[in-house]
């Protein structure tokens, strides 16, 4: 059974596009790793897709451009209880690159990665269906390294562990893989609206 | 070192940040809500105060882990944050929190403003399986601010041991604050643990009885190479020192690419950053 704690009502607005236990974060945007930054630069970065795929594919940052662009408009939500609420980012639908590579009906997973070994992973359905970008501009600037730039991975309906920084490949599964945070201590989905914080929650 | 994920013959093996040789097992524990009893509070510096929380089912943390605290207002709205345990796992039955008062901190504020001795408090954890020492590697630790609190449970914990007899591997911390007064655990870092640690202040020159000087500055190079160098930090190879580094943002930024001139792999280096959340 829960508290009451006494005097407390909460300094902010009950916003109702904010998940239960996150706060709005308001302008800011709080930076989180587990690891030092990597140096990817437009020019050394490439994001691979392979595994269960007819044709694993590498793009580079001019092969991502010349795909049709594609935005995010709404909100994000960190497992440390910020939410940053609408908020933009644009880049490219990962549907454009799946369809490109030809998935195979034996794919239901995929891992992403980042160069420096971080990776998650993520359910097929979760990242397909207008639900998943590879994104380089955050409300209409480049995204700036310490949020994962020159190009992060965005899954805005899950905790944004979820949302690989320097994503460098897509590898399809047809089983699940856990990634890193998933390895230590997370939930292996991370729904917001389920409070999906920690394994086992 | 890295591990191909099985059932996938041919494909590349992808990098691994957490290699086996890096990973921590499960503690295994079982962390539901509980609500525990705030049996101490103590000013830490101007912004700063711990919190130690007694509770009915307390489990061994390991030093880096962190605690939930929950906050529940009369209308059901919650507001929860996690919090470094500062006490060492061989101090049982409570944890103890140090919270820094962030400007219009929420749940900060109210800890700060509202909790005393007796009161309750609504706690769940402990949290955390990468930013932790086990107590098997040597290390070499980094924070500024609050980012002080998990390094201080590690320096605790080892000393603990050593007292027991036990021995645990050698670490050394380097500590950052902008002055003495806003140094977490200023007389513990500069007493007991003075052998195994370094000062550093951005804003004031730190020269006192039985402490050599050090003029005022950000982290230098010189505050880290002669530790990361005694405790192998450098180059890579996997058996070296784990650097454990701690703080806000700009100050890990800036530690990040410090470590990484004077050749601390980046590989070797645990990061947690400290944000306003």
């Known amino acids: 059974m829960s508290v009451f704690s006494e005097g407390f009502s909460g300094r902010r607005g009950r916003d109702p596009r904010l998940p239960p236990g996150q706060y709005d974060v308001g302008d800011s945007f709080p930076v989180l790793t ?47 209880t910020w939410s940053k609420l609408g ?38 359905a979760d990242v397909t269906g207008g639900k998943a970008w590879l994104v380089w501009e955050h409300e209409g600037r480049p995204l700036s390294t310490e949020h994962g730039g020159p190009v992060r991975m965005l899954v805005p309906h899950l905790y944004f562990w979820k949302s690989t920084k320097w994503v460098a490949g897509l590898r399809l599964l047809d089983h699940d893989e856990p990634g890193f945070w998933e390895r230590n201590g997370y939930h292996e989905r991370g729904e917001p609206w389920a409070e999906q914080r920690y394994a086992g929650d | 070192m890295t591990e191909p994920p099985p059932g996938l ?19 295994g524990a079982k962390r539901s809500w509980q609500t525990g009893t705030v049996t101490e509070v103590r000013q830490e510096t101007p912004h700063a105060r711990t919190f130690r929380v007694q509770l009915a089912e307390w489990q061994p943390h390991l030093p880096g882990q962190n605690y939930l605290v929950r906050l529940t207002a009369p209308d059901g709205y919650r507001a929860q944050r996690s919090y470094s345990v500062a006490s060492p796992p061989e101090d049982p039955g409570a944890v103890e929190l140090t919270v820094d008062r962030l400007p219009d901190g929420e749940v900060s504020g109210y800890l700060h403003e509202h909790v005393g001795v007796g009161d309750p408090l609504e706690v769940r954890g402990p949290f955390g399986g990468w930013f932790v020492w086990r107590g098997d590697r040597p290390a070499l630790l980094v924070g500024g601010g609050s980012g002080l609190v998990p390094l201080a449970c590690i320096l605790r914990s080892r000393a603990a041991r050593s007292g027991a007899g036990r021995s645990s591997a050698p670490v050394h911390l380097v500590a950052a604050a902008r002055t003495r007064e806003e140094l977490f655990y200023a007389d513990e870092l500069s007493g007991a643990f003075a052998a195994d640690t370094t000062v ?78």
């Open chain 1, 87 to 124: 908020t933009s980012f644009s880049g490219v639908s990962l549907d454009v690159l799946l369809d490109q590579v030809g998935v195979r009906s034996s794919a239901t997973h995929v891992l992403a990665w980042a160069s420096s070994g971080y990776t998650t992973d993520l359910p097929l």
């Open chain 2, 9 to 27: 013959p041919g494909l590349p093996e992808l990098p691994v940040l957490d290699s086996p040789r890096r990973r921590v097992p499960p503690t």
């Open chain 1, 34 to 80: 587990a690891e030092a930054t990597p140096n990817v630069t437009q020019e050394t970065w490439s994001f691979r897709v392979d595994g269960e795929v007819e044709s694993p594919t590498t793009w580079d940052w001019a092969g991502v451009h010349a795909l049709p662009g594609s935005a995010y408009e709404g909100d994000i939500h960190c497992v440390t």
């Open chain 2, 200 to 277: 550093v202040l951005s804003r004031e020159d730190d020269a006192g009885p039985g402490r050599p000087g050090r003029p005022a500055g950000r982290l230098r190079a010189e505050d880290l190479l002669p530790h990361a160098e005694r405790l192998g930090a450098l180059g890579g190879g996997g058996e070296g020192a784990d650097v454990f580094l701690c703080g806000s943002t700009p100050f890990t930024t800036a530690a990040e690419r410090l470590l990484q001139e004077v050749g601390v792999p980046a590989d070797a280096i645990r990061v947690e950053r400290f944000g306003p959340s």
